[in-house]
Every structure is written in structure tokens, then in C-alpha cells.
């Protein structure tokens, strides 16, 4: 019976992040819709996205905080929360607005996939948690597949004079969530998936709305219908929903397997990136999608793997 409820419990976590991953992956597609038709700024985009977002997470922190059993926080844990947003999804997100100036859809989430490189050495090597072997041949299969479709799209966009510039910042994008992917897995359990989830967007949202208030006005935000709505898709379908997903995926099957799980977005991406961006597909992206989908699906097929 204990089996069968882990069995369980890891296909729930599974599905989440899974969820959680796709919903993400239509982030960098809105992005480049809102820059191309609107010819909005990073800063202003992402500041736009949390304004949006906010009212879902203070919603969400009002109604932890409401309930009589609601543990309290150390002050230790949850300015480890504070930080993880501000890594996650101030920086990280800043990063990657801008970088998506200069790259295509495609390659931006190829490059960002180093994040869970990142979080699983960040795990193994600092907090010592052990790798399955059915964890190194998932993480060598999608990273495999990964590697053939970055190089196709690496040569697509060798012409562009900001190309380097704009890998560098989903580079730096990478390293900064991966800290926020391990952080996650260590504080998600003391905090509740709910009040992690909703403290660590609060303090990314302040963080980026200073960032605005310091560099930009509030006047020259070109409000038109369709950034309106441009920003409240990347608000809900692309942020809100996906990252309540998978914190909590990640607090039934843990920050590794998540890493994993999240190797179909790059996937998702090129395809979305192809049918409404008309970013090209080429064979060797193809090829490397069967090695991602074939590490996902390997990763998600073993409902008896151990957490970290």
C-alpha cells in the first residue's frame, strides 16, 4: 500500500512539473510577440508582467496567512525566501527579457536549459544528494538532445551582432534560477508550496518594480490594448499558473527530478517558436528533441526513484 501511494504521489509530482514546464515555455513565445508588435523595452515588459501577476500572489499569502494552523516562519527561512526571489525571478527574469531581444525563442530556452545542469551539480556536490543511475542517463540523454538542437540553432543565428551579447544574458539567466531551483527544493517543505510560492514572487516583484522606478517613468509605458494583453497572458498562463505548478511538483518528487522534467520546455519552445514566431525547424533540432523527449519520458516512467 506504501508503494502504491509513492507510486502515486510521484506520477502527481510528475504531471505538475510537467505542467509547470510547458506553461513556462510559452514565456519567451509572448515575449517576442509583445517586442515585435508593441516595441516595449525589457524592463517595462517584465515590470508590466509582475504588476499583473501581484494580485494573484498577495491573494494567495492573505489566505495562508488566514489559515489557524499556518506555521510560523523562522526569520532565517524566510529571508532565504525573499532571496530566492529575488534570484528567480527578478534577476533571472531580467536577464532573460533582455536577452530575448537579441536571440531567437528557440536558442533562448536551449541556453536556459543549463539551469538544471547547474541545480543538479549544486545538489550533488553542496548539499551531497546522491544521483540515480536512471537520473544520469535521463540527464545525459536530454542534455544529449539539447546539445544537437543548440548547435542547428547556434548557426541560424551566428549573423545577428548581438547574438553574443544576448546568449550571455540567458547564460547568466540560467545560473540564477538554477540557485532558485535548489533553493526551492530546500525551503518549499518548511514553507508550504502555496506561501513559498507567493513570498518569493512578492519580493521579485518589489525588486523589479525598483528596478523600473530607478530607470524608467511610469508615463512613458505605451499602455495599447495589446500590450495589455500581451502582459496579462505572461502574467497568468506564462507566471502564475506554472510556478504555483511547480513549486508544487517539486515538493512531492524534489529540485532534481524537476531539473529533469523541465527538459520538454525547450522542446515545446522550438515548436511554438516555428508555428507563431516562423522561427525554422531544421533536422538536427528534430533529432535532438526525440534524445529530450526520450530522457523526459525515462525520468517520469520511474515512480519508485528516490527524492533528494
Given at each position: 500500500m506504501t508503494s502504491i501511494n509513492h507510486s502515486k504521489h510521484f506520477v502527481a509530482g510528475f504531471l505538475l512539473s510537467l505542467a509547470g514546464a510547458l506553461l513556462f515555455s510559452t514565456k519567451a513565445i509572448f515575449v517576442k510577440l509583445a517586442f515585435k508588435e508593441t516595441g516595449v523595452d525589457a524592463v517595462t515588459l517584465l515590470s508590466l508582467r509582475m504588476l499583473f501577476?501581484?494580485?494573484?500572489y498577495l491573494i494567495a499569502a492573505w489566505m495562508v496567512l488566514r489559515k489557524e494552523h499556518t506555521k510560523k516562519l523562522s526569520k532565517a527561512n524566510l529571508l532565504w525566501?525573499?532571496?530566492?526571489?529575488?534570484?528567480?525571478?527578478?534577476?533571472?527574469?531580467?536577464f532573460d527579457f533582455i536577452g530575448l531581444q537579441y536571440v531567437s525563442?528557440?536558442?533562448?530556452?536551449?541556453?536556459?536549459?543549463?539551469y538544471p545542469t547547474f541545480a543538479v551539480l549544486i545538489n550533488t556536490y553542496i548539499f551531497k544528494a546522491a544521483l540515480s543511475k536512471r537520473q544520469i542517463i535521463a540527464l545525459f540523454l536530454t542534455y544529449f538532445g539539447i546539445g544537437i538542437a543548440y548547435f542547428a540553432e547556434l548557426k541560424t543565428d551566428s549573423d545577428n551582432p548581438q547574438f553574443v551579447f544576448g546568449a550571455f544574458m540567458i547564460f547568466l539567466c540560467a545560473i540564477t534560477y538554477s540557485f532558485y531551483l535548489v533553493g526551492t527544493g530546500k525551503l518549499v517543505h518548511k514553507a508550504g508550496a502555496t506561501r513559498y510560492t507567493a513570498y518569493a514572487m512578492i519580493s521579485a516583484t518589489v525588486g523589479i518594480f525598483v528596478h523600473f522606478l530607478l530607470t524608467k517613468k511610469v508615463a512613458d509605458i505605451p499602455f495599447t490594448t495589446t500590450l495589455t494583453w500581451y502582459a496579462i497572458a505572461l502574467a497568468i498562463i506564462a507566471t502564475v499558473i506554472p510556478s504555483f505548478l511547480m513549486s508544487n511538483g517539486m515538493k512531492k518528487i524534489g529540485s532534481n527530478n524537476v531539473s529533469i522534467i523541465t527538459g520538454i520546455g525547450p522542446v515545446s519552445t522550438i515548436i511554438q517558436?516555428?508555428?507563431?514566431l516562423g522561427e525554422q525547424i531544421l533536422l538536427l533540432q528534430i533529432l535532438g528533441t526525440v534524445f529530450v523527449i526520450i530522457g523526459v519520458v525515462l525520468i517520469g516512467w520511474n515512480p519508485k526513484n528516490v527524492t533528494n
Open positions: 501577476a501581484l494580485p494573484f525566501i525573499l532571496i530566492m526571489g529575488i534570484l528567480g525571478y527578478y534577476l533571472s527574469s531580467l525563442a528557440g536558442l533562448e530556452r536551449l541556453i536556459l536549459f543549463l517558436a516555428h508555428f507563431l
